[in-house]
């Protein structure tokens, strides 16, 4: 006999699957779940929908990382699940990333029924609207029941929540789950009487094989107006750059962009992780990756003042390209972005285009001349060149274990297609100012949303999940610690990954501020470097990861080739400490720079 009880368990986990079975076909392929006693109907739900691989991580705030590196490298939408209370905020760092960098999630949060909401039931929070104005849509859901209005509903709301992650701008939505207890699932089988209507069946079983709403997205067309203006800028102006900041990884994309600089003549300032500083198209076009060097120096950059901008992408991490243009405003410049953003923190758009990228480079590049092969470019290359093999030399000659040389060093050891996750702070810096162009194709990654450094380990986790090719973090010792949590992932789920720790014993991007000159006057080792003297060989133990701390670049380079080329499945993640004297550091690549402008001082005067 089935009780109420049964009846009602069955509704909500009739209404949960249909969920879930909808989601996998609108394209997500998986979910990643942190354990607990109110998300019990989602978590089994997903569980037992074939189409679904879930990921569980213990720690909520690690899973939402997971997750975001999950979806940044497979471009799809991934789901998260939690149970109530504190259990959801931890997901906030994490949404507020996703947010910045539009990367799309799906954050379903378990919650207690209104009865229970300020009531002091435990677990209890207000996460109505939880992450504010950082998610695309919020979706208070009602009390779930198994009846063909409710059913229908579940499966509309799965499609079109995936619609809005992948929306213009995509990024994360929220969806809260108020759940009635019992929690677990049905006892009994559910009982399946026949439907007595087609639209009881639809509500039943959607459509079969296929998606219950299928969402059609095209491509925002540049109009012939758009092309017109942007070819005859091309035309009237040699004096032009392209800066492209981060963007998701897109081989089209890239090519499309060295066309048009192929086209107009004008140099590619490519951030390392807007994709087009590396891969085949750096074959055909005039890709800069010294322009952070170049530009410190004030003589090039007042000579090298652009006339017209095309921006793509976030904000470049460069500081020195961004004052650059501030002195030196552009009569012309462009922001390109089919999302709606509107990363330009210099407020000197001219004009701001909502149009598809890649179809408005491709169409000015074939309308464009052959190419413009004029003395700007020939600038920027050659001094580019020059800034690179004065760096190249003094790097190589350095012996001691310092930042620019392990950037460079790795450079050389990734294989093709290999991805590269980079933290903020110091690593994204060093990568900027290192990581030379070249046709090899690789992934460049980073959390430069919000620019923290928080998650950057379960971030490369996730990105390692995708099984897209090798992953490779590189990461400092304070963002190892604020996630090391994360690394229990690597164990439970046996990820092929390397982590190298540049380990410069707390904040070394601090040395490089003004503050740090005031040394004693603003307790700045105690208040601003925090060294903790630790070293990370316990860790790695603990979490089951293959260790080496290198002494020298023998060592480095070994260990990094080892961690690529093993195959044992009891070490599949590498973590790779590097020690690093900070004071040499800084003094070594303040040291940099200055070699740099001298050598494109004496291509200036030849």
């Known amino acids: 006999m089935v009780t109420p009880a049964d009846a009602d368990a069955h509704g909500v986990a009739a209404f949960v699957s249909a969920f879930f079975s909808e989601l996998a076909h609108g394209g997500v392929a998986h979910v990643v779940v942190s354990p607990g006693s109110r998300s019990t109907p989602l978590t089994v739900a997903a569980a037992r929908c074939p189409r679904l691989r879930l990921w569980p991580?213990?720690?909520?705030?690690?899973?939402?990382?997971?997750?975001?590196?999950?979806?940044?490298?497979?471009?799809r939408p991934v789901a998260l699940i939690c149970t109530s209370g504190t259990a959801a905020a931890?997901?906030?760092?994490?949404?507020v990333e996703a947010h910045h960098a539009r990367v799309p999630?799906?954050?379903?949060?378990?919650?207690?029924?209104?009865?229970?909401?300020?009531?002091?039931?435990?677990?209890?929070?207000?996460?109505?609207?939880?992450?504010?104005?950082?998610?695309?849509?919020?979706?208070?859901?009602?009390?779930p029941d198994g009846t063909p209005e409710r059913l229908r509903y579940a499966r509309a709301l799965a499609a079109r929540s995936v619609d809005d992650a992948l929306g213009s701008p995509p990024g994360p939505v929220h969806l809260n789950w108020p759940l009635r207890e019992p929690l677990e699932p049905p006892a009994l089988p559910e009982p399946r009487p026949a439907p007595r209507s087609p639209a009881q069946a639809l509500a039943q079983a959607g459509r079969g094989d296929h998606a219950?709403?299928?969402?059609?997205?095209?491509?925002k067309l540049p109009g012939e107006e758009i092309i017109a203006e942007l070819a005859d800028l091309v035309v009237r102006h040699e004096r032009g750059v392209v800066a492209c900041g981060p963007l998701p990884p897109d081989t089209e994309r890239s090519a499309a962009v060295a066309a048009l600089a192929r086209a107009a003549g004008w140099p590619i300032l490519a951030d390392p992780a807007s994709g087009l500083r590396c891969g085949a198209h750096v074959g055909i076009a005039p890709v800069i990756a010294q322009a952070d060097l170049l530009l410190r120096d004030a003589d090039f950059a007042s000579t090298m003042a652009p006339d017209v901008v095309i921006r793509l992408g976030d904000s470049p991490v460069s500081k020195a390209q961004r004052l650059w243009l501030e002195k030196h405003p552009p009569e012309h410049l462009w922001l390109i972005d089919a999302h709606d953003g509107w990363s330009e923190p210099s407020h000197l758009a001219s004009r701001v285009v909502r149009v598809d990228e890649t179809l408005l480079c491709r169409a000015v590049a074939e309308r464009s001349p052959a190419g413009r092969r004029g003395a700007w470019t020939r600038d920027w290359t050659l001094a580019a060149e020059r800034a690179a093999h004065a760096v190249d030399r003094a790097t190589l000659s350095e012996?001691?274990?310092?930042?620019?040389?392990?950037?460079?060093?790795?450079?050389?050891?990734?294989?093709?297609?290999?991805?590269?996750?980079v933290a903020s702070s110091m690593p994204i810096r060093d990568l900027d100012a290192f990581l030379d162009a070249s046709e090899k194709p690789l992934r460049v990654l980073a959390n430069r949303g919000a620019n923290g450094i928080d998650g950057v380990v379960s971030s490369a986790l996730g990105a390692a999940a995708a099984d897209r090719g090798p992953v490779v973090a590189l990461l400092g010792d304070l963002a190892m610690l604020h996630d090391i949590g994360g690394l229990l992932a690597a164990r439970v789920h046996g990820l092929p990954l390397t982590f190298i720790v540049l380990n410069n014993d707390g904040g070394g991007i601090f040395s490089f501020l003004p503050v740090a000159?005031?040394?004693?006057?603003?307790?700045?080792?105690?208040?601003?470097?925090?060294?903790?003297?630790?070293?990370?060989?316990?860790a790695a133990n603990l979490y089951g990861l293959e260790y080496t701390r290198?002494?020298?670049?023998?060592?480095?380079?070994?260990?990094?080739l080892a961690s690529l080329s093993a195959s044992s499945p009891q070490a599949q993640a590498h973590l790779v400490e590097v020690p690093i004297d900070r004071d040499a550091n800084v003094k070594h690549f303040r040291e940099l720079i200055a070699i740099a402008a001298r050598a494109i001082g004496v291509e200036q005067s030849a």
Do not use: K
């Open 212 to 219: 219950y709403t299928v969402i059609s997205r095209g491509r």
């Open 105 to 143: 999630l799906l954050v379903l949060t378990a919650d207690r029924p209104p009865e229970l909401r300020g009531w002091g039931a435990g677990q209890t929070i207000d996460q109505v609207s939880l992450y504010g104005a950082a998610v695309r849509r919020f979706v208070e859901l009602p009390l």
């Open 90 to 95: 931890n997901y906030l760092p994490a949404v």
């Open 550 to 560: 290198v002494a020298t670049w023998d060592d480095y380079r070994q260990a990094i």
């Open 399 to 421: 012996e001691a274990l310092l930042e620019p040389r392990a950037v460079r060093e790795l450079a050389r050891l990734l294989p093709d297609d290999a991805t590269l996750f």
């Open 517 to 538: 000159e005031q040394g004693e006057a603003v307790d700045f080792e105690r208040l601003f470097r925090t060294p903790h003297g630790l070293d990370f060989e316990a």
């Open 57 to 75: 991580i213990v720690d909520e705030r690690s899973a939402a990382f997971f997750a975001l590196g999950l979806a940044r490298q497979s471009g």
